[in-house]
């Protein structure tokens, strides 16, 4: 079943201890992205990535971190939480950018406390 | 730049009664449009996309969309809502250049019986 995968669905943490949300797609999709998602903001997007070694910032790329070294796996890295980064975080990935739609993982929700 | 604006952040509506959510998009040039969906506690879905051709779209669950290059607009409709619609949607452009999509802040659909 062609799915996008994400652990945990739920942490809850404190402030300062690093953690990691995992994103694996089984589709062979070059682009992947990192949303999140706060209620009257709507989805903002932190990182993508177009391919495997190629990754960019979004427009709220600050306090995270990614990597792309396999096409099917794109980690979100939060090296020192804070609080502001209590959110539902979704991955999603795509053929390509453009005209292909992407498909969401079901979404992990962070607390830090 | 591009952007997405969905006018209303909450529709509520009685069932059987027609809906509309609204969305307009700043682009110049040409554009791919998507509508997603998200059911309570579920990731987005493709409801339908508009790459070129025909201005209306049909979609998944009877939602249709009409894009219109004039008003820079692709609002999504639904002749009968019924309960089981209730749910966020959101609309996303892609445009020249970068392609990176773009969501609007979401709309919340919310039937009644």
């Known amino acids: 079943e062609a799915q996008v995968t994400q652990n945990p669905r739920y942490l809850i943490t404190v402030t300062g201890k690093k953690l990691t949300v995992t994103c694996s797609q089984n589709m062979n999709h070059e682009y992947m992205s990192w949303y999140r998602q706060d209620p009257g903001l709507g989805l903002r997007q932190i990182y993508y990535s177009m391919n495997v070694e190629v990754t960019d910032k979004g427009d709220v790329p600050e306090g995270y971190k990614v990597s792309r070294k396999e096409k099917r796996n794109f980690p979100l890295i939060l090296e020192s939480p804070s609080p502001n980064q209590t959110s539902l975080y979704f991955c999603?990935?795509?053929?390509?950018?453009?005209?292909?739609?992407?498909?969401f993982g079901d979404g992990t929700r962070l607390s830090i406390l | 730049a591009q952007s997405v604006t969905q006018l209303d952040s909450q529709v509520p509506v009685f069932e059987e009664a027609p809906v509309e959510l609204r969305c307009n998009y700043s682009?110049?040039?040409?554009?791919?449009l998507f509508w997603y969906v998200q059911y309570p506690n579920q990731g987005l879905q493709l409801l339908l996309k508009y790459l070129s051709g025909s201005t209306l779209v049909k979609g998944i669950n009877g939602f249709e969309a009409e894009f219109n290059k004039s008003q820079t607009s692709f609002h999504l409709r639904k002749p009968s809502v019924h309960i089981s619609d209730t749910a966020e949607y959101f609309c996303a452009v892609s445009t020249g250049g970068s392609y990176i999509p773009t969501f609007g802040r979401g709309t919340s659909l919310i039937v009644h019986p």
């Open positions: 682009s110049s040039v040409s554009v791919y």
């Open positions: 999603a990935s795509s053929f390509r950018v453009g005209n292909q739609p992407q498909h």
